[in-house]
């Protein structure tokens, strides 16, 4: 193995480049260097960083079953539950497919390693990091998708013994009912 290679040496629990040695003497802000300012920024990062999991998708299952889907008629209410699992099922492909595709770009990468020079030996790590990174945070948001899809499932599976035979014969003679209840609704509103 060709020892002029390994130049940067980066800790092997934190994966990450420190920017803070990046810019050593750098003069910042509360008369800190940059530096410090950093370390203290990605200390506080990595006090916050928690709520990742807690807050990891873009609406609460509150949310979803009472604004997003909270239309008066069942009918309606299903087909809004449809329509967001569908935006939820094209989101987990997408992320599916693009934390293939930067797995496979590290592993060309890695492959370039061999061949490079030092300073493109050097630019490809940080490149896998880099990668590395994105994959991880690909990860939370894909866990809150999921989330949401079983949130969505529960629905769906409530409205369905609830409403019965779901089929779009049936949906379309409960439009017509479904929309008088939303005109009464408003009619309502107006007159309070």
Same mark, same amino acid.
Do not use: F
């Given at each position: 193995?060709?020892?002029? +290679? +390994?130049?940067?040496?980066? +800790?092997?629990?934190? &994966?990450?480049?420190?920017?803070? *040695?990046l810019f050593p003497d750098s003069k910042s802000y509360g008369g800190n260097s940059l530096a410090t300012n950093?370390?203290? !920024?990605?200390? !506080?990062?990595?006090?916050?960083?928690?709520?990742? =999991?807690?807050?990891?998708?873009?609406?609460?299952?509150?949310?979803?079953?009472?604004?997003?889907?909270?239309? !008066? *008629?069942?009918?309606?209410?299903? =087909?809004?539950?449809? !329509?967001? /699992?569908?935006r939820k099922r094209m989101a987990l492909n997408e992320a599916k497919f693009g934390y293939l595709k930067k797995k496979m770009k590290i592993g060309v990468k =890695?492959?370039?390693? *061999?061949?490079?020079?030092?300073?493109?030996? =050097?630019?490809?790590e940080v490149e896998i990091m880099e990668l590395e990174s994105q994959?991880?945070?690909? /990860?939370? &948001?894909?866990?809150?998708?999921? &989330?949401?899809?079983?949130?969505?499932?529960?629905?769906?599976d409530s409205l +369905?013994?609830?409403l019965g035979e779901i089929s779009e014969e049936e949906f379309e003679k409960a439009q017509t009912k479904g929309h008088i209840k939303r005109a009464m609704q408003q009619s309502i509103r107006e007159v309070r």
């Open positions: 193995m060709n020892t002029q +290679k +390994k130049v940067i040496q980066l +800790k092997e629990e934190s &994966k990450q480049v420190a920017i803070k *040695d950093i370390e203290n !920024a990605e200390l !506080a990062i990595a006090n916050v960083q928690y709520t990742e =999991r807690i807050w990891d998708r873009s609406r609460s299952q509150w949310m979803l079953k009472h604004l997003t889907c909270s239309q !008066a *008629d069942g009918w309606l209410r299903l =087909r809004q539950i449809g !329509a967001e /699992m569908s =890695r492959e370039e390693m *061999d061949k490079a020079s030092p300073a493109n030996y =050097r630019l490809l994959m991880q945070e690909v /990860m939370v &948001k894909v866990e809150g998708a999921l &989330k949401e899809v079983q949130t969505l499932s529960g629905m769906h +369905k013994e609830h």
